[in-house]
């Protein structure tokens, strides 16, 4: 993937980070985000933009640390600005960015949920997800390029993890990705949404701890990124949900011990 653009959004920790791993371990250079950055930190828990930065050239890609708060629509302007004047084009969007451990998490009938989950599902994360990809849309169509919004799907819940907002937020993904295909395709872009599943990143293990047996390690979807970037009739995906597990089988790809370590 040497020469390949990418933008991952959200990558100062968490899924984002892996994806951004794994890209430069296929030599890409990465485009992290995040609006945690060793100038200013919102969290206690590790990771910063430009700690993912050089992760990234440590596995031999180049790894390129932007502090962005993707509430701020001038902010996220500027930066696919300077994506534009740096590289003219690009040829992978992440959008991962998401705040759905800003308040403790739990399921409940919804008048006993915070509102304040709104903004951080929602506002923070769905529309985060929208901005990215409307200021990128015009460097993807300029290299035929995909988008990737990461979300969670369980088609056999009828609320999402009991928690109407959590609902929301993920069924807004897959939608937007339907309608985010609908526009791109005729450019010669993709668009698709990534459902990781349960995945060890380090808000949940602070949550709920190191021991608790299974779940996904955070570079595990970045093997699905990178195959579906390498995949020249990845087009055929388009508009769809695609959970991480599923792709690992359609692919070939697994998540290694090493890769658990991450």
Known sequence: MEGTVAVVTGAARGIGRGIALVLGEAGATVYVTDRE???Q???????????????VDERGGHGVPVAVDHTDDRAVEAFFGRVRDE??????LVANACNGNALPFAGGPFWTLPLEHWHNMIDVGVR????SAWYAAPLLIERRGLAVLT??????????AGHVFYDLAMTSVSRLAHTLAHDLGPHGVTALALSPGFTRTEAIMAAIGQDVPGGASVEFPGRAVRALLKDPEVARYAGRTLPVADLA??????D???GRQS
């Open 249 to 254: 089988q359609e692919y070939g790809f697994s």
């Open 128 to 131: 985060s997800h929208l901005v």
């Open 87 to 92: 590289c003219g084009g690009l040829d992978l």
């Open 37 to 39: 950055s060793r100038d």
């Open 256 to 258: 290694t011990p090493a």
């Open 41 to 55: 930190r919102h969290s206690d828990l590790p990771g910063t933009v430009e700690d993912t930065a050089e992760q």
């Open 151 to 160: 979300g969670f799907t369980d088609p056999d819940a009828e609320v999402i």
